[in-house]
């Protein structure tokens, strides 16, 4: 189905319910993109303080967050900060009256996903709310695993972490040792328990998910 140019398949031909977390204490103002969204069958979710979205955690993907930047209790860039230590990743982006450049800069570079200026424009809306949507439906899986090795990390004794940093740069079993002023034997005993431990099968693996997780703190998406 498709209608003001947007389809309702616009992840792909996903099947998966799209939803919006509008934040605002202001009903009848969150009445105008409610509408918008249910013209092309997004479904939307209205949270009136930041408490009762930040309660209502862990919200399903695919979905994005349309928050107002003036909110009772805590403005939208803390809103969005408290959502990252939630573990809540989906796109943020933030509606206002007033745009100030110098503010979209700060907000972009700590990770917000884009603005939208009121009055709401159907067309902007629902542009910046489907690509935001694209968006945490594609990052959803590689999310999950940055994720679930950062938790895992945190699993490790002290002895293992500081190891671990070295593994993550690359070095070898010898230069570690080292490193370390230990037998390189050592280091291979504890990478193998350390791999155990992450559910990882090699080392290229454990490369390739630190640079993950990077990337997405890198990006303001993960602490």
């Known amino acids: 189905m498709k209608k003001n140019g947007m389809s309702h398949s616009g992840l792909g ?3 998966h319910l799209q939803q919006v977390y509008i934040v605002n204490r202001d009903t009848v103002a969150n009445s105008v993109p409610r509408r918008m969204l249910a013209d092309v069958e997004i479904q939307s979710r209205e949270f009136l303080t930041p408490s009762d979205l930040l309660q209502a955690l862990p919200l399903p993907s695919p979905a994005c967050f349309l928050i107002d930047f003036i909110l009772p ?4 860039l803390q809103l969005m900060q408290m959502l990252r230590r939630a573990d809540a990743h989906q796109p943020c982006i933030f509606t206002s009256i007033r745009i100030d450049p110098e503010l979209v800069i700060s907000a972009m570079n700590r990770g917000a996903f884009g603005f939208v200026k009121k009055p709401f424009q159907q067309m902007e809306v629902l542009e910046v709310v489907q690509r935001a949507l694209n968006r945490d439906h594609s990052v959803h899986k590689l999310m999950t695993q940055a994720k679930t090795y950062r938790d895992r990390r945190d699993t490790l004794s002290s002895r293992e972490r500081h190891i671990l940093e070295f593994l993550e740069r ?5 230069e570690v ?3 370390l002023r230990i037998s390189h034997r050592t280091v291979e005993n504890h990478r193998a328990q350390i791999l155990r431990k992450l559910d990882l099968a090699s080392s290229t693996q454990l490369i390739r998910q630190v640079t993950l997780l990077d990337a997405f703190r890198v990006s303001g998406l993960l602490d």
């Open 13 to 15: 031909g996903s099947t």
């Open 73 to 76: 209790q805590v403005d939208g």
């Open 170 to 174: 690359g070095l070898s079993a010898s």
């Open 177 to 179: 040792g080292n490193h």
